[in-house]
Nanobody, 123 residues
Framework: QVQLVESGGGLVQAGGSLRLACVASGRTFSRYAMGWFRQAPGKGREYVASISPTGSSTYTINSVKGRFTISRDNAKNTTYLQMDSLKPEDTAVYYC????????????????WGRGTQVTVSS
C-alpha cells in the first residue's frame, strides 16, 4: 500500500522560505510522477506542482512559478517543494500526491494523498 508522509510545514513571515518533504513507501518510487496540491481555508484543493518519475520534467502553476520549485531524490524515495518569497495567499494545507498508474505528470485526481502539512504565512 502506498503511503505518503509530509513534513516541513510551519509558520513563516511573508517573504520567507520553507521546504516541504514527502517520503513515499509501498512501491518503486522512481517509476511514478509525484506532485503537490494545497487547500486554503474555505477553498477547494488546488494543483500546485508535479514532477516526472526521473525528475527531468516539472510543472508549477502560474501563481507560484518562479517562487516554488519541485524536486525529487529517488535514492531517498523523497520529493520536495522548495517555497521561496512566500505570500499570505500561500497559506494552506499542502498535500503530497501520486497516481495509481504510471504517468509522466500527476493527474488532476490522484488516488494517493498524504495527510498534509500546514503552511501559514503571516503578513
Amino acid at each position: 500500500q502506498v503511503q505518503l508522509v509530509e513534513s516541513g510545514g510551519g509558520l513563516v513571515q511573508a517573504g520567507g522560505s520553507l521546504r516541504l518533504a514527502c517520503v513515499a513507501s509501498g512501491r518503486t518510487f522512481s517509476r511514478y510522477a509525484m506532485g503537490w496540491f494545497r487547500q486554503a481555508p474555505g477553498k477547494g484543493r488546488e494543483y500546485v506542482a508535479s514532477i516526472s518519475p526521473t525528475g527531468s520534467s516539472t510543472y508549477t502553476i502560474n501563481s507560484v512559478k518562479g517562487r516554488f520549485t519541485i524536486s525529487r531524490d529517488n535514492a531517498k524515495n523523497t520529493t520536495y517543494l522548495q517555497m521561496d518569497s512566500l505570500k499570505p495567499e500561500d497559506t494552506a494545507v499542502y498535500y503530497c500526491v501520486t497516481d495509481q498508474e504510471k504517468r509522466w505528470s500527476v493527474s488532476a485526481s490522484p488516488e494517493y494523498w498524504g495527510r498534509g502539512t500546514q503552511v501559514t504565512v503571516s503578513s
